[in-house]
Each structure stands twice: as C-alpha cells, then as structure tokens.
C-alpha cells in the first residue's frame, strides 16, 4: 500500500525493485521497533504447555549437512578447474546475482563474451559434475 501511495515519487531514472525494497525494508524496520517484546520471565508463569516443547528444530539432519557439504566441496573443485576470466563470470552471476549486463559492464568485456563464458563455464562443470558423480 505505501509503494502505491508513494508512486508518483518514484524517480524513473532509477530502479524500481530497489525502491520496492527499500519501502519494504523500512517498514519491516518500523514495525520491529514498535512491537513491544514478551520477556521470558512472562510466559514461564502463564498456564501454558512446556514452551521448550513448543520449538520445532529445524535444523537438518548431520547425514543431509554432509552430503551437502560433499557435493559443495564437489562443486568447487569443478569451479577450480575453470580459467580464471570464465570462473569468475559465473560466480558473479550465480553468487553475486549480476546480469549479464552488470558483469560486461564492470569487467569492460562485451555482453556476448560474457554470455558465452558463462554457457561455456555451465558445460564444463556439467561434464566434470557428471564425472564426478
């Protein structure tokens, strides 16, 4: 409702995800400052069940971590593999989250260079994954 309400503040020269997000993130911001906190002590008084009961635990399973744990280690050994300028496009559109235009733009490297390393890095990881695995 506030993006709404605030549209025709909205400067077109710039981005309107990062606007979006940036209404979003400071009214996350003012709603955590006006919640009021319930102190431990409180609840240990109430009628209520166990609350050390009420607490899932989300935490995954040591045999899930490790084989996580397994396939990342994979994962970067395939990654080492790589030369230097085709690694690095890859990481910094799969860790980074850059597109392509961001990646060309910040290496001074042509948006089809960048593209074509980036297939080339998916099809080199891919053999050596399936090698691996």
């Given amino acids: 409702m506030k993006a709404w309400k605030h549209l025709p503040r909205f400067d077109v020269t710039k981005s309107f995800k990062t606007w979006l997000f ?45 084989a996580r744990q397994d396939v990342a280690d994979i994962l970067e050994e395939s990654l080492m593999i790589l030369p230097v300028e ?16 961001e990646i060309a733009d910040a290496t001074k490297t042509p948006m089809n260079t960048v593209k074509s390393r980036y297939r080339r890095a998916l099809t080199v990881l891919r053999k050596h994954l399936l090698e691996k695995i």
């Fill in 86 to 101: 085709i690694r690095s496009t890859i990481l910094l559109h799969e860790r980074e989250g850059m597109t392509f235009q």
């Fill in 22 to 66: 940036s209404i979003a993130h400071h009214t996350a911001i003012d709603h955590l400052r006006k919640r009021h906190a319930i102190p431990f002590a409180q609840l240990e008084h109430e009628d209520l069940p166990d609350f050390s009961a009420t607490i899932s635990d989300t935490r995954e399973l040591p045999d899930v971590l490790l």
